[in-house]
Protein backbone atom coordinates (compact mmCIF):
# COMPACT_ATOMS: atom_id res chain seq x y z
CA UNK A 1 0.00 0.00 0.00
CA UNK A 2 2.56 2.23 0.90
CA UNK A 3 4.73 1.87 -2.06
CA UNK A 4 0.98 2.66 -4.25
CA UNK A 5 0.64 5.57 -2.44
CA UNK A 6 3.96 7.01 -2.92
CA UNK A 7 3.30 6.05 -6.88
CA UNK A 8 0.26 7.66 -6.81
CA UNK A 9 2.13 11.14 -4.82
CA UNK A 10 5.16 11.03 -7.13
CA UNK A 11 4.78 9.68 -10.40
CA UNK A 12 0.16 10.33 -10.94
CA UNK A 13 0.15 13.65 -9.19
CA UNK A 14 3.54 14.95 -8.90
CA UNK A 15 4.61 14.08 -12.32
CA UNK A 16 8.25 13.32 -11.85
CA UNK A 17 8.30 11.19 -14.92
CA UNK A 18 7.82 14.67 -16.54
CA UNK A 19 10.64 16.13 -14.52
CA UNK A 20 12.63 13.60 -15.97
CA UNK A 21 11.44 14.04 -19.57
CA UNK A 22 12.00 17.49 -19.41
CA UNK A 23 15.67 16.92 -18.00
CA UNK A 24 16.75 14.39 -20.63
CA UNK A 25 15.33 16.74 -23.39
CA UNK A 26 17.13 19.46 -22.10
CA UNK A 27 20.38 17.36 -22.14
CA UNK A 28 19.72 16.63 -25.54
CA UNK A 29 20.30 19.97 -26.40
CA UNK A 30 23.65 19.93 -24.84
CA UNK A 31 22.84 21.81 -22.02
CA UNK A 32 23.97 21.44 -18.24
CA UNK A 33 20.82 20.85 -16.17
CA UNK A 34 23.57 20.94 -13.09
CA UNK A 35 23.73 24.18 -13.36
CA UNK A 36 21.87 27.11 -11.70
CA UNK A 37 20.18 28.78 -14.75
CA UNK A 38 19.45 25.49 -16.42
CA UNK A 39 18.30 24.00 -13.45
CA UNK A 40 15.96 27.17 -13.24
CA UNK A 41 14.66 26.70 -16.74
CA UNK A 42 13.74 22.59 -16.16
CA UNK A 43 12.27 23.62 -12.86
CA UNK A 44 9.98 26.17 -14.77
CA UNK A 45 8.85 24.15 -17.61
CA UNK A 46 8.33 21.34 -15.23
CA UNK A 47 6.85 23.18 -12.94
CA UNK A 48 3.95 24.91 -15.12
CA UNK A 49 3.45 22.06 -17.46
CA UNK A 50 2.52 19.93 -13.67
CA UNK A 51 0.27 22.72 -12.35
CA UNK A 52 -1.47 23.62 -15.71
CA UNK A 53 -2.70 19.63 -15.90
CA UNK A 54 -3.57 19.64 -12.49
CA UNK A 55 -5.56 22.97 -12.65
CA UNK A 56 -7.58 22.17 -15.97
CA UNK A 57 -8.29 18.63 -14.22
CA UNK A 58 -9.61 19.92 -11.00
CA UNK A 59 -11.44 22.91 -12.36
CA UNK A 60 -12.99 20.69 -14.83
CA UNK A 61 -13.75 17.60 -11.86
CA UNK A 62 -14.86 20.52 -9.32
CA UNK A 63 -16.67 22.54 -11.42
CA UNK A 64 -18.96 19.83 -12.92
CA UNK A 65 -19.83 18.91 -9.28
CA UNK A 66 -20.36 22.18 -9.09
CA UNK A 67 -23.26 22.06 -11.33
CA UNK A 68 -25.06 20.22 -8.95
CA UNK A 69 -24.81 22.99 -6.58
CA UNK A 70 -26.27 26.46 -8.06
CA UNK A 71 -26.57 29.19 -5.67
CA UNK A 72 -30.00 28.91 -4.50
CA UNK A 73 -29.53 25.17 -4.38
CA UNK A 74 -26.69 26.01 -1.67
CA UNK A 75 -29.36 28.36 0.34
CA UNK A 76 -31.79 25.95 0.64
CA UNK A 77 -29.33 23.33 1.62
CA UNK A 78 -27.90 25.40 4.28
CA UNK A 79 -30.86 26.68 5.21
CA UNK A 80 -32.01 22.92 6.60
CA UNK A 81 -29.70 22.91 8.90
CA UNK A 82 -28.60 24.89 12.62
CA UNK A 83 -26.67 25.99 14.66
CA UNK A 84 -22.88 24.75 14.75
CA UNK A 85 -24.52 21.74 12.38
CA UNK A 86 -24.91 24.96 9.77
CA UNK A 87 -21.64 26.31 9.77
CA UNK A 88 -20.21 22.97 10.00
CA UNK A 89 -21.89 22.18 5.77
CA UNK A 90 -21.10 26.05 4.75
CA UNK A 91 -17.60 25.15 5.21
CA UNK A 92 -17.98 22.11 3.64
CA UNK A 93 -19.96 23.45 1.06
CA UNK A 94 -16.79 26.00 0.31
CA UNK A 95 -14.86 22.97 -0.75
CA UNK A 96 -16.33 22.44 -4.01
CA UNK A 97 -16.50 26.23 -4.88
CA UNK A 98 -14.19 29.19 -6.37
CA UNK A 99 -10.21 28.75 -6.30
CA UNK A 100 -9.76 32.22 -4.64
CA UNK A 101 -10.78 34.49 -2.25
CA UNK A 102 -12.34 37.20 -4.88
CA UNK A 103 -14.43 34.78 -6.10
CA UNK A 104 -16.02 33.99 -2.94
CA UNK A 105 -16.94 37.03 -2.05
CA UNK A 106 -19.81 37.31 -4.70
CA UNK A 107 -21.32 34.25 -3.21
CA UNK A 108 -20.68 35.47 0.24
CA UNK A 109 -22.57 38.44 -0.38
CA UNK A 110 -25.53 36.34 -1.79
CA UNK A 111 -26.07 34.45 0.99
CA UNK A 112 -25.95 37.11 3.09
CA UNK A 113 -28.21 39.17 1.49
CA UNK A 114 -30.15 35.64 1.25
CA UNK A 115 -30.75 35.66 5.09
CA UNK A 116 -28.58 33.31 6.43
CA UNK A 117 -26.84 33.86 9.82
CA UNK A 118 -23.86 35.47 9.65
CA UNK A 119 -21.47 32.92 11.27
CA UNK A 120 -22.81 30.31 8.19
CA UNK A 121 -21.62 32.93 5.70
CA UNK A 122 -18.35 33.27 7.21
CA UNK A 123 -17.62 29.53 7.57
CA UNK A 124 -18.38 29.82 3.87
CA UNK A 125 -16.11 32.85 3.20
CA UNK A 126 -13.20 31.70 4.83
CA UNK A 127 -13.24 28.00 3.59
CA UNK A 128 -13.58 28.49 0.22
CA UNK A 129 -10.45 29.95 -0.88
CA UNK A 130 -8.38 28.22 1.84
CA UNK A 131 -9.62 24.64 1.33
CA UNK A 132 -11.14 22.98 -1.62
CA UNK A 133 -10.57 19.79 -3.45
CA UNK A 134 -7.55 21.61 -5.29
CA UNK A 135 -5.35 22.35 -2.45
CA UNK A 136 -5.90 18.72 -1.06
CA UNK A 137 -4.53 17.33 -4.70
CA UNK A 138 -1.95 19.51 -5.14
CA UNK A 139 -0.80 19.41 -1.47
CA UNK A 140 -0.65 15.70 -1.56
CA UNK A 141 1.21 15.72 -5.13
CA UNK A 142 4.04 17.35 -3.38
CA UNK A 143 3.99 16.74 0.87
CA UNK A 144 1.70 13.62 0.26
CA UNK A 145 -1.64 12.46 1.78
CA UNK A 146 -1.12 12.72 5.37
CA UNK A 147 -0.04 16.36 5.29
CA UNK A 148 -2.12 17.54 2.76
CA UNK A 149 -5.75 15.83 4.86
CA UNK A 150 -3.81 17.75 8.08
CA UNK A 151 -4.11 21.11 6.55
CA UNK A 152 -7.65 19.95 4.77
CA UNK A 153 -8.98 19.69 8.55
CA UNK A 154 -6.93 22.47 10.18
CA UNK A 155 -8.77 24.99 7.76
CA UNK A 156 -12.40 23.30 8.34
CA UNK A 157 -12.10 23.80 11.87
CA UNK A 158 -10.63 27.22 11.49
CA UNK A 159 -13.82 28.16 9.28
CA UNK A 160 -16.21 26.39 11.89
CA UNK A 161 -14.63 28.44 14.75
CA UNK A 162 -14.28 31.59 13.54
CA UNK A 163 -17.96 31.63 12.23
CA UNK A 164 -19.07 30.39 15.47
CA UNK A 165 -16.90 33.40 16.54
CA UNK A 166 -18.34 36.24 14.71
CA UNK A 167 -22.11 34.74 15.26
CA UNK A 168 -21.46 34.85 19.16
CA UNK A 169 -20.30 38.82 18.71
CA UNK A 170 -23.55 39.54 16.88
CA UNK A 171 -22.30 41.67 14.41
CA UNK A 172 -25.44 42.03 12.01
CA UNK A 173 -25.34 45.83 12.08
CA UNK A 174 -21.89 45.97 10.47
CA UNK A 175 -22.72 44.37 7.46
CA UNK A 176 -23.28 46.80 4.90
CA UNK A 177 -26.56 48.14 4.39
CA UNK A 178 -26.87 47.34 0.54
CA UNK A 179 -26.62 43.90 1.23
CA UNK A 180 -28.57 43.54 4.44
CA UNK A 181 -31.66 45.96 3.07
CA UNK A 182 -31.71 43.33 -0.14
CA UNK A 183 -34.16 41.04 -1.33
CA UNK A 184 -33.08 37.60 -2.17
CA UNK A 185 -33.97 36.35 -5.87
CA UNK A 186 -36.14 33.08 -4.97
CA UNK A 187 -34.73 31.11 -8.29
CA UNK A 188 -35.52 27.76 -8.54
CA UNK A 189 -32.84 26.67 -11.11
CA UNK A 190 -33.08 24.64 -14.11
CA UNK A 191 -31.93 20.97 -14.05
CA UNK A 192 -28.94 20.92 -15.96
CA UNK A 193 -28.35 17.72 -18.59
CA UNK A 194 -25.19 16.14 -18.65
CA UNK A 195 -23.84 17.40 -21.41
CA UNK A 196 -25.24 21.09 -20.22
CA UNK A 197 -22.94 20.13 -17.38
CA UNK A 198 -19.69 19.17 -19.17
CA UNK A 199 -20.06 22.45 -21.38
CA UNK A 200 -20.31 24.58 -17.79
CA UNK A 201 -17.61 22.74 -16.70
CA UNK A 202 -15.27 23.28 -19.83
CA UNK A 203 -16.10 26.76 -19.58
CA UNK A 204 -15.15 26.89 -16.15
CA UNK A 205 -11.82 25.81 -17.07
CA UNK A 206 -11.22 27.88 -20.22
CA UNK A 207 -12.18 31.18 -17.95
CA UNK A 208 -10.28 30.24 -14.52
CA UNK A 209 -7.42 29.07 -16.50
CA UNK A 210 -7.34 32.31 -18.55
CA UNK A 211 -7.13 34.29 -14.83
CA UNK A 212 -5.25 31.78 -13.09
CA UNK A 213 -2.56 31.35 -15.14
CA UNK A 214 -0.34 34.66 -15.14
CA UNK A 215 -0.43 34.08 -11.30
CA UNK A 216 1.40 30.66 -12.24
CA UNK A 217 3.76 32.12 -14.02
CA UNK A 218 4.86 34.43 -11.41
CA UNK A 219 4.51 31.83 -8.96
CA UNK A 220 6.79 29.08 -10.61
CA UNK A 221 9.49 32.05 -11.93
CA UNK A 222 9.26 32.98 -7.94
CA UNK A 223 9.84 29.10 -6.77
CA UNK A 224 12.57 28.45 -9.54
CA UNK A 225 14.38 31.31 -8.30
CA UNK A 226 13.97 30.57 -4.25
CA UNK A 227 15.23 26.90 -5.34
CA UNK A 228 17.77 27.51 -7.46
CA UNK A 229 19.84 31.02 -5.88
CA UNK A 230 19.01 31.98 -2.53
CA UNK A 231 21.33 30.56 -0.30
CA UNK A 232 19.47 27.87 2.01
CA UNK A 233 21.17 28.89 5.09
CA UNK A 234 19.31 32.23 4.78
CA UNK A 235 15.94 30.69 4.26
CA UNK A 236 16.67 28.39 7.37
CA UNK A 237 18.00 31.47 9.61
CA UNK A 238 14.74 34.01 8.40
CA UNK A 239 11.67 31.25 7.85
CA UNK A 240 13.69 28.12 9.66
CA UNK A 241 13.17 26.54 13.16
CA UNK A 242 16.42 29.33 13.96
CA UNK A 243 13.41 31.83 14.21
CA UNK A 244 10.56 31.44 16.70
CA UNK A 245 8.47 34.08 14.57
CA UNK A 246 9.11 32.55 11.07
CA UNK A 247 5.05 31.68 10.90
CA UNK A 248 4.05 35.36 11.96
CA UNK A 249 6.58 36.62 9.32
CA UNK A 250 5.58 34.35 6.88
CA UNK A 251 1.99 35.70 7.56
CA UNK A 252 2.67 38.66 7.44
CA UNK A 253 4.16 38.82 4.14
CA UNK A 254 1.85 36.84 2.25
CA UNK A 255 -1.19 39.21 3.12
CA UNK A 256 -0.32 41.58 0.33
CA UNK A 257 0.24 38.65 -2.48
CA UNK A 258 -3.02 37.76 -4.65
CA UNK A 259 -2.71 34.44 -5.67
CA UNK A 260 -4.54 31.38 -5.29
CA UNK A 261 -3.46 27.95 -4.15
CA UNK A 262 -2.28 27.08 -8.03
CA UNK A 263 0.35 30.20 -7.80
CA UNK A 264 1.62 29.66 -4.14
CA UNK A 265 2.35 25.92 -4.36
CA UNK A 266 5.58 26.19 -5.96
CA UNK A 267 6.64 29.21 -3.98
CA UNK A 268 5.56 26.40 -0.96
CA UNK A 269 7.27 24.00 -2.24
CA UNK A 270 11.08 25.88 -2.82
CA UNK A 271 10.76 27.38 0.01
CA UNK A 272 10.20 24.08 1.91
CA UNK A 273 13.34 22.47 0.12
CA UNK A 274 15.63 25.32 1.24
CA UNK A 275 14.64 24.36 4.97
CA UNK A 276 11.79 26.73 5.65
CA UNK A 277 9.68 24.88 8.05
CA UNK A 278 6.34 23.33 7.37
CA UNK A 279 3.94 25.14 9.61
CA UNK A 280 6.14 28.61 8.23
CA UNK A 281 5.19 27.76 4.69
CA UNK A 282 1.38 26.76 4.97
CA UNK A 283 1.01 29.85 6.92
CA UNK A 284 2.20 31.40 3.89
CA UNK A 285 0.08 29.78 1.52
CA UNK A 286 -3.24 29.99 3.96
CA UNK A 287 -2.39 34.29 4.39
CA UNK A 288 -1.98 33.97 0.54
CA UNK A 289 -4.87 32.80 -0.42
CA UNK A 290 -7.34 33.97 2.47
CA UNK A 291 -6.15 37.31 3.09
CA UNK A 292 -5.10 38.50 0.05
CA UNK A 293 -5.28 42.64 0.02
CA UNK A 294 -7.53 42.66 -3.40
CA UNK A 295 -10.03 40.58 -1.15
CA UNK A 296 -9.95 42.34 1.74
CA UNK A 297 -10.57 45.36 -0.62
CA UNK A 298 -13.41 44.06 -2.16
CA UNK A 299 -14.61 43.04 1.57
CA UNK A 300 -14.14 46.69 2.41
CA UNK A 301 -17.41 47.83 -0.09
CA UNK A 302 -19.79 44.44 1.63
CA UNK A 303 -18.50 44.95 5.70
CA UNK A 304 -18.41 47.91 7.78
CA UNK A 305 -14.81 48.72 9.34
CA UNK A 306 -15.42 46.73 12.69
CA UNK A 307 -16.85 43.29 11.19
CA UNK A 308 -13.77 43.42 8.79
CA UNK A 309 -11.01 43.90 11.42
CA UNK A 310 -13.00 40.97 13.24
CA UNK A 311 -12.61 38.88 10.31
CA UNK A 312 -8.78 40.05 9.76
CA UNK A 313 -8.00 39.02 13.07
CA UNK A 314 -9.70 35.62 13.55
CA UNK A 315 -8.08 34.35 10.44
CA UNK A 316 -4.36 35.93 11.15
CA UNK A 317 -4.63 34.17 14.62
CA UNK A 318 -6.05 30.97 13.55
CA UNK A 319 -3.37 31.16 10.40
CA UNK A 320 -0.78 31.57 13.00
CA UNK A 321 -1.82 29.10 15.24
CA UNK A 322 -1.76 26.94 13.06
CA UNK A 323 1.31 27.16 11.22
CA UNK A 324 3.04 26.39 14.70
CA UNK A 325 0.90 23.25 15.66
CA UNK A 326 2.26 22.21 12.00
CA UNK A 327 5.44 23.41 13.31
CA UNK A 328 5.42 21.11 16.50
CA UNK A 329 4.08 17.85 14.51
CA UNK A 330 6.66 18.60 11.46
CA UNK A 331 8.64 15.46 12.17
CA UNK A 332 5.95 13.28 13.06
CA UNK A 333 4.07 14.08 9.42
CA UNK A 334 7.25 13.49 7.32
Known sequence: MKEIGLFIQNQLLGMQWLNQLIGAALRAFDLDTSSRFVASLQFFIYDVIKIGILLCSLIFLVSYIQSFFPPEKSKKILGRFNGVWARIMSAFLGTVTPFCSCSSIPLFMGFTSAGLPLGVTFAFLISSPMVDLGSLVLLTSIFGLKIALFYVIFGLVLAVIGGTIIEKMHLEDSVADFIRQAKAVQLDGQELSSRERLVFAKNQVVDTFKKVFPYILVGVAIGALIHNW?????????????????????????????????????????????????????????????????????????????????????????????????????????
Request: with cysteine; proline share 6%.
Open 230 to 334: LPQLWIEKVLGSQNPFGVVLATLIGVPIYADIFGTIPVAEALLSKGAQLGTVLSFMMAVTTLSLPSMIMLKKALKPKLLAVFIAICSFGIILIGYLFNMLQTILF
